[in-house]
């Protein structure tokens, strides 16, 4: 069974660090595009951030220049360094792996999320 195990979340003043970490099991990490999306109450969820089995990076407008994501294929680990945070990064976040094959199968898979808060 597919687990990706968020840790890392909590609560945090405007302008501190948080780093989040995600660990898989069950999937064969490297060949996966990881990912980090967040989500408030009433929105729909948004990528924060996502990384290939080949390192290539997107992130989202909002968080460039302050969130960092990172893999670390022999640990089966994705990471978001998240910097300078501000009460609207205030979200559950929430882990993701995708892979597609080409014969069109598409796996993809997503954590329980974790609670960021950030608030004075």
């Known amino acids: 069974q597919v687990q990706l195990v968020e840790s890392g979340g909590g609560l945090v003043q405007p302008g501190g660090s948080l780093r989040l970490s995600c660990a898989a099991s069950?999937?064969?990490?490297?060949?996966?595009?990881m990912g980090w999306y967040r989500q408030v109450p009433g929105k729909e969820r948004e990528l924060v951030a996502d990384?290939?089995?080949?390192?290539?990076?997107n992130d989202a407008d909002s968080v460039r220049g302050r969130f960092t994501i990172s893999r670390v294929d022999a640990r089966n680990t994705v990471y978001l360094q998240m910097n300078s945070l501000k009460p609207e990064d205030t979200a559950v976040y929430y882990c993701?792996?995708?892979?597609?094959?080409?014969?069109?199968?598409?796996?993809?898979?997503w954590g329980q999320g974790t609670q960021v808060t950030v608030s004075s």
């Open positions: 069950e999937i064969t990490f490297s060949f996966y595009t």
């Open positions: 993701n792996a995708q892979h597609r094959l080409s014969s069109g199968s598409f796996y993809n898979y």
């Open positions: 990384i290939t089995s080949g390192g290539s990076i």
